[in-house]
């Protein structure tokens, strides 16, 4: 993984950033991580969030955001190595919910909001594709 530092208005940041795939990548920033895929001028989360960055205004970005049910989806196609919460949990951005094993390597996949588990809609040692939602959070 290669990794760097970063400062922005003084405030330091340990950036780490691994390919996974053509145009996805793992991004640690300081403790937290997110598997991200990028083209054209999107970058989307593993959940349902994206950013858009455009061109013309290569210093703003556009969040889009689902409100009520959010689903946290694979970026990446592999296997369901184990599941470390349960329906009716409740999880902070930044929990890990599942462990998801691709490319021979463990991938943490965290949720990137608050809420409670609503339903989870994979099994450990389930063969998931890059989309497939994998938990529902309210």
Known sequence: MKGFKIAIDDEEFDVFVEKLDDNVYKVQINDKTAVVSIRDDIIEFKDSEAIVVREE??????VKKDVGRREIKSMLPGTVMKILVKEGDKVNAGNTVL??????????????????????RVKSGDRVDTGDVLVVIE
């Not at 205004?57 to 556009?62: C, D, G, H, I, L």
């Open 57 to 62: 205004k290569a210093r703003s970005v556009e």
């Open 99 to 120: 462990i998801l094993e691709a490319m021979k390597m463990e991938n943490e996949i965290t949720s990137p909001f608050d809420g409670i588990v609503k339903e989870i």
